[in-house]
Structures are given as structure tokens and as C-alpha cells.
């Protein structure tokens, strides 16, 4: 299985950007698909987080601001960006969680976890 994250890149502050990640593979079925971010000398954080069946996390510091949604079918998840602000400015990472294939099927829990190699967003002020 392997994530590829597209959509990072240079915005003003105010302005909006979107973000997507497509999963492929021999996948079954993915439980949840999120996003993660990590701005310079600071953990990662969890921005915003959605199930298969549409239930949302998101981050305080991104509500109202930011939207998630997947398409199950095509294994992709979005986040759509606006009102972007200059500490919005990180390395985006998607991630799957709970993905069944065929291999992972012989696991004891079924499933495993899948990270995409990051995108990277700055804001200017």
C-alpha cells in the first residue's frame, strides 16, 4: 500500500489551498484516513481526522477553517484549507489507519497503518 500526497505549497495568509491523498493498492477496505502536520522544531500534530462513514476530527486550532471529506471508492481523502494563517505553515503528512489487504488479513488485528511522505505548506504573512 502506499499514500501520495499532493497540494502543498506557497499561499498568503487569508488564502486557501487543497490538499489531497490517494491510497493504492490491493486495499479492502480503509477505516479512517486523516492528516497530520509538523511545522519546524515542533511534534506532530493531528489536524483533522474522518472514518469511512464520514465521522470528523478536527484540530481547535483548524475549526472552521478547514474541511475534510474522502471519496471511499477512490481510497482518497481532501482537506480543503481556507483562511490559511502563517502558523498553519508545516509538512502535511496523510496517513490511512486500519487498511485490510489480502496480507494484512494474516495479521492478528487484520489491518495496518499506511503514512504518505508529506507535502509541505507555508503560509506568508
Known amino acids: 500500500v502506499q499514500l501520495q500526497a499532493f497540494g502543498g505549497g506557497l499561499v498568503q495568509a487569508g488564502g486557501s489551498l487543497k490538499l489531497y491523498c490517494a491510497a493504492s493498492g490491493s486495499i479492502l477496505r480503509i477505516n479512517a484516513m486523516g492528516w497530520y502536520r509538523q511545522a519546524p522544531g515542533k511534534e506532530r500534530e493531528l489536524v483533522a481526522h474522518i472514518t469511512s462513514g464520514g465521522n470528523t476530527i478536527y484540530a481547535d486550532s483548524v475549526k472552521g477553517r478547514f474541511t475534510i471529506y474522502r471519496n471511499n471508492a477512490k481510497n482518497t481523502v481532501y482537506l480543503q484549507m481556507n483562511s490559511l494563517k502563517p502558523e498553519d505553515t508545516a509538512v502535511y503528512y496523510c496517513?490511512?489507519?486500519?487498511?485490510?489487504?489480502?496480507?494484512?488479513?494474516?495479521?492478528?488485528?487484520?489491518?495496518?497503518?499506511?503514512w504518505g511522505q508529506g507535502t509541505l505548506v507555508t503560509v506568508s504573512s
Open positions: 496517513y490511512a489507519h486500519g487498511v485490510a489487504t489480502a496480507q494484512t488479513l494474516r495479521f492478528p488485528s487484520g489491518v495496518d497503518d499506511y
